[in-house]
């Protein structure tokens, strides 16, 4: 495997077993939130934002906090992310950067 970008801006589609890792975490963290999933055919991480997005708004406020629970997603992330101009779009970029960091350090330590 190439080397282990540290930052998912740094994922481009050369690094496709990171990019299906990613995939399948956001996938199976969605999945325990209901009935949702991440389909998206492209291999372009900065393309991810409004799918993500479009997930994210067809939530209900419980599945939404459920959600950022069980992706980790540090509480102060969340207080700036409602304090923003476009909330979802924040929230998907911040879910998808989390998400990262789960497998960025599951791949790096095991």
Do not use: C
């Not at 934002?49 to 209900?60: A, I, P, T």
């Not at 069980?70 to 970029?93: F, G, M, Q, Y």
């Amino acid at each position: 495997m190439s080397e282990l970008p540290e930052n998912i801006n740094e994922l481009n589609p050369s690094n496709l077993q990171l990019i299906i890792a990613l995939k399948e975490q956001i996938s199976n963290d969605l999945a325990k939130v209901g009935n949702y999933s991440f389909e998206d055919n492209g291999f372009r991480v900065e393309n991810w934002v409004s799918r993500l997005s479009d997930v994210l708004s067809k939530m209900n406020d419980h599945e939404l906090n459920h959600f950022q629970y069980v992706v980790d997603l540090p509480e102060n992330w969340s207080k700036d992310i409602r304090a923003s101009d476009n909330p979802i779009t924040e929230l998907a970029k911040a879910i998808l950067q989390r998400e990262w960091q789960k497998v960025y350090f599951r791949i790096k330590f095991s």
